[in-house]
């Protein structure tokens, strides 16, 4: 079933505690994207970059099933850049340097291929951008999951709003959860978010797992510890994209199958985050992926049995 | 099958963001034997207090079926004092006073009458104590759990590795384990602690859930998410408690039973953080343990069939 994916196709350099990269290939609709087509072929991109943008990376995108006919390459311009220095516990990072680029007055463009999608992934990107696509799908999909981060609360919130109404899922992380409610309680934050729209709610929490609220219901899956975590850069679009990618392999957005696309997820972002950028993504094995999930039903499965 | 509580019976003083508190009931073995209570009835305390302590609080601790024969009640001395300050996060907090008063030279004297016993929880308390307790059983326990702090591991190096040696399941929380092993990664940090003795590895990280790490394997229990966590002081001496006394009433040692201790204790330790100090504790019932364990199953519970 078709998968929209909107978001940057970007360059980041990236400083962890175990080295560091020049110019790399990053970007969330990257991330999300080469996530998702481990669960369906039919992806389509829509974003921009700048004619310093590798042409072999686009054509590995197309290689793994990812159309690109809605990715404008603006000649003359420059694609989008982030520098960024994690700390030792590998949750927190700073930005070293920002460039919009291309990014700056990005228009997307709808292709007319891609207007049957069924589902669509809104990654981080102003929320007048993520409404435009939204206006510009005619027949809404069956599901849309959205992603923003603090800046936009901070420069565009009353557009943010506009937006999160609008979407069936948000998938955001814990801090942005906080900053969006003025709530430390993740489960007050929870209740304020479901009353602003969405109907689901991911909060993604890095090492510390992901939480799937819906109504009264919650879900919880864990990270996998892993003995080294090489760079979290893309490890949370990795986990939108496994998910995304995951229902609209199964057709299925029920609560029940949302949290399968949840640990699904999960495995896509434990990988992700075993290299530097998405080298661990470009190559993986279907039986892999398979294993990875076992490895967490392995994790958190007990027998307890309540009379 | 009874169960040797060793720790401390103290009184604390806890500021966190929803109020403080001037002198309350708290101390390690407390809050464990509190937890172990709704499981077994047949503990023993090890301990020591002053004659502040109040008399009323004793015959509660015997009331849920807390022996406390070697409960020592120093005359003209002063209980354990701790205060402490929590931060928003209620993960950190500092250390506002610590007063050892009984503490300082005490001597875990064990009647006669605990010496039948097979399960052995020993609290946070000095390596040497902890090791004249073990010492001072004839026959060795089938399951000895011990706690430990970085207070020990800065101070007592030598004392802990040999206590640490002795014992079966090790049970700390992540930057204790980090601390010990210098390792940021608790993968590689449990590796290290299984070669220093104990077959079993709890890593206790408070509201981000708790890990158990034995040979190859690994097992994941989440924290309950709530809407407010009033104190977390003896959090993780109330899921030690659980976690024991659940295996002490079920006479199984095995992993696949530790799994199941693991739940219990995090449900135990969720009612623990909701009201101030040893409060929820001393007034749970039944079927509200199994409601909670219940919300654990289904907090975690999916369902993935791979072929």
Chains 1, 2 share one sequence.
Request: proline share 3%; with cysteine; glycine share 8%.
């Amino acid at each position: 079933m078709s998968l929209i994916v909107v978001g940057t196709v970007a360059f980041d350099a990236i400083e962890t505690p175990f080295g560091k990269t020049d110019k790399i290939i990053g970007g969330a609709a990257t991330y999300a994207s080469l996530a998702a087509s481990y669960f369906t072929t039919d992806i389509k991109l829509v974003s921009v970059v700048g004619d310093d943008f590798p042409r072999d990376t686009i054509k590995d995108l197309n290689r793994r099933g990812i159309g690109t006919e809605g990715l404008q390459v603006r000649d003359g311009e420059k694609s989008f850049f982030w520098k960024g220095r994690y700390h030792e516990d590998m949750n927190s990072r700073d930005t070293l340097d920002t460039q919009l680029n291309v990014l700056a007055d990005f228009d997307p463009v709808l292709p007319e291929s891609y207007q049957a999608c069924e589902f669509l992934m809104l990654g981080n990107l102003s929320p007048q951008v993520q409404q435009t696509v939204m206006d510009r799908i005619e027949k809404r999909p069956r599901l849309v999951v959205m992603d923003t981060m603090n800046f936009w609360m901070e420069s565009a919130w009353d557009e943010l709003m506009k937006a999160i109404a609008r979407v069936d899922v948000l998938a955001i992380n814990d801090a942005e959860a906080r900053q969006l409610t003025n709530e430390y309680s993740l489960v007050k934050a929870a209740q304020k978010i479901l009353q602003m729209g969405p109907k689901y709610l991911v909060i993604k929490k890095g090492e510390h797992g992901a939480l799937l609220f819906h109504d009264e219901q919650v879900f919880f899956a864990p990270a996998l510890p892993l003995e080294d975590v090489f760079d979290p850069t893309g490890a949370g679009d990795t986990f939108a994209g496994g998910f995304i990618g995951y229902l609209a392999r199964t057709k299925d957005v029920s609560f029940e199958n949302m949290k399968r696309g949840i640990i699904y997820g999960s495995a896509m972002a434990s990988f992700c985050v075993e290299k530097f950028g998405t080298e661990r993504m470009l190559n993986l094995e279907q039986e892999e992926v398979e294993e990875r999930v076992q490895e967490f039903i392995d994790l958190v499965q007990f027998d307890i049995t309540l009379v």
